[in-house]
């Protein structure tokens, strides 16, 4: 690898019977979605890819189950963020902070392979002043969610606004409640889930409950059951903000989000129609966010009823339901 950039993580990854006659480029896609497809393919041809041992260096190689990929991730290039005109659904704002819901397939911040098209572009051009703390690539951003999860977010337009959020965030005195449509029947009413969550041991994208990973709490209540489909609709109550918490803590009880196939959605366990209205999305919802004004102390509070797709895809799953016999 001489003259390349300097490596900061190398990856590994085996193909599974699933991913079989996958081109390369559209696997490590999968695997690594943290970068775009196009982005995969400029690294295999830069040669920061093996396969079984060996530089790979044509994104359309097709693979084999059981072969192995490794993935050399190169030390970042300095990013240009800029702002760009994307429609922003923002509830609430003042002189401090705004209160934003992220759809669905929006990513936060910019990365290797999302330099444009986020939420901070969409930021940088529709607001006056953001907090700096997070740096030129995540400015005003406190927290995150998913690419492909919907909901509430919070963004600093200070640096004292984002200090104290960010310290609510780490004392955990920021309430967030989520929705989320699983597949499964829940016995119990009330579920509460405290299992510390680190990387995956082999698929380094994923995590999972390791006994020396983080602490992690979620509490989670059965709002409906969807009986005939075996689909729930369940409410979260996250008390701990680890990433991918909700999605490895409900894929451990053996109930896995709606669209999350990569903790345990089968496509085929569904209707055809539900995936249809689902898309690309994880039918996971933060509807609930609430904390301490940062500057003026005063407790607030926001809550939203559920937007597209999830609103979508519940009211098909009630009305086939009906429908069954």
Not at 31 to 47: A, C, K, N, T, W
Not at 105 to 123: I, M
Not at 215 to 233: D, N, T
Not at 265 to 276: A, E, M, N, T
Request: hydrophobic share 35%; with cysteine; proline share 6%.
């Amino acid at each position: 690898m001489s003259g390349l950039r300097r490596i900061i993580e190398s990856l590994s990854f085996e193909v599974q019977e699933e991913d079989e006659n996958l081109r390369l480029d559209q696997f490590l896609a999968k695997v690594y979605p943290d970068f775009s497809r196009s982005f995969h393919q400029r690294l295999i041809e830069e040669g920061y890819v093996y396969l079984e041992g060996g530089p790979v260096n044509k994104p359309s190689k097709r693979l084999k189950k059981g072969q192995r990929v490794e993935l050399f991730v190169p030390e970042p290039e300095p990013l240009e963020v800029l702002p760009e005109n994307i429609p922003l659904n923002v509830i609430y704002e003042d002189d401090h902070l705004l209160v934003l819901i992220k759809p669905c397939g929006l990513v936060v911040h910019p990365s290797p392979g999302y330099t444009s098209g986020t939420l901070v572009n969409a930021l940088l051009y529709h607001v006056k002043s953001l907090s700096s703390i997070g740096g030129v690539e995540r400015p005003g951003i406190v927290h995150r969610l998913d690419k492909n999860t919907m909901g509430l977010m919070v963004v600093a337009k200070s640096d004292k606004a984002h200090k104290d959020l960010s310290q609510q965030f780490k004392e955990r005195k920021v309430e967030k409640f989520y929705k989320a449509i699983v597949k499964g029947l829940p016995q119990r009413d009330h579920y509460l889930i405290e299992a510390p969550i680190g990387r995956h041991l082999i698929d380094r994208k994923k995590f999972a409950i390791r006994e020396e990973g983080k602490p992690a709490k979620s509490e989670v209540w059965v709002v409906e059951r969807f009986i005939k489909q075996e689909i729930s609709l369940l409410k979260v109550k996250i008390h701990t903000g680890r990433t991918h918490q909700i999605r490895v803590h409900l894929s451990s009880l053996g109930f896995p989000i709606l669209g999350d196939s990569t903790y345990g959605f089968k496509r085929s366990s569904v209707d055809r129609s539900i995936l249809f209205a689902m898309g690309e999305c994880h039918m996971l919802l933060s509807y609930k966010l609430a904390f301490e004004h940062p500057v003026e102390k005063r407790w607030i509070s926001f809550e939203i009823e559920e937007v597209e797709p999830f609103g979508r895809v519940l009211s098909l799953i009630k009305e086939i339901e009906k429908k069954l016999p």
